[in-house]
């Protein structure tokens, strides 16, 4: 079957560390999106990571292990405008690219 | 800005009533998925279309149908609406159904009374 679990809610405050993990179970995987979602709006890119290890993009970073099926989404010098849901997705080939999506994270940075 | 546009960005209709719901690709995407998204939920894939025609479907009932025009642009038709089709639809175009990068629209929020 398909699966993809992330917390449902998480708290930290400005300036700190937070790291949002998400596990998946899919067949045909070939790699796994971030995408951060703002109230009402779309989802927006984040990361993509097709290979293990730690992909580094300014204050976002990602993580993939594929033998364990696990991901994380590492945020640094976090500020009050990233509150947001942050969307786990893994990537499904089967004839063409299908996003197979978490419940979301919604996270709430406080001052 | 991702260059993919939909409309319109806000409806509501009544249960029992149709509606088709557009959505315009970056031009050369061949590729164009629509998703439910419902409050507090991530996206749910309801089908894609690779060069106008449907290349895979999620678990949706057949009165969710789609189009693809040679224009880059789409339509999600869905027939006897039901409460619970109340959420936001979101459509996301690809360079092509191998590219794994998706596009996203704003979405329409659609609310059935």
């Known amino acids: 079957g398909q699966n993809i679990d992330q917390p449902t809610e998480m708290t930290a405050t400005e300036g700190a560390i937070v790291q949002i993990n998400c596990t998946y179970q899919t067949s045909g995987f070939n790699g796994l999106f971030w995408y951060q979602q703002h109230a009402g709006e779309a989802p927006t890119f984040l990361s993509y990571n097709v290979l293990d290890g730690l992909e580094e993009k300014g204050r976002f970073s990602s993580f993939l292990s594929r033998s364990k099926g696990y991901s994380y989404l590492l945020l640094k010098e976090l500020q009050m405008k990233d509150s947001a849901s942050y969307l786990c997705?893994?990537?499904?080939?089967?004839?063409?690219?299908?996003?197979?999506f978490g419940q979301g994270t919604e996270l709430s940075v406080k001052p | 800005e991702t260059g993919v546009t939909q409309s319109p960005t806000h409806l509501i209709k009544t249960r029992g009533q149709q509606v088709t719901l557009r959505c315009s690709s970056q031009?050369?995407?061949?590729?164009v998925s629509w998703y439910q998204q419902a409050l507090g939920q991530g996206p749910q894939f309801i089908f894609q279309y690779y060069r106008e025609e449907e290349n895979g479907r999620g678990n949706f009932p057949p009165r969710f149908s789609g189009l693809q025009f040679p224009n880059y642009s789409s339509e999600l038709n869905v027939n006897a609406l039901e409460l619970d089709d109340s959420a936001l639809y979101l459509c996301?175009?690809?360079?092509?159904?191998?590219?794994?990068?998706?596009?996203f629209g704003q979405g329409t929020r659609l609310t059935v009374v």
């Open positions: 996301a175009s690809s360079p092509d159904r191998d590219d794994p990068e998706a596009f």
């Open positions: 031009s050369g995407h061949n590729t």
């Open positions: 997705a893994a990537l499904r080939y089967n004839q063409g690219g299908k996003l197979i």
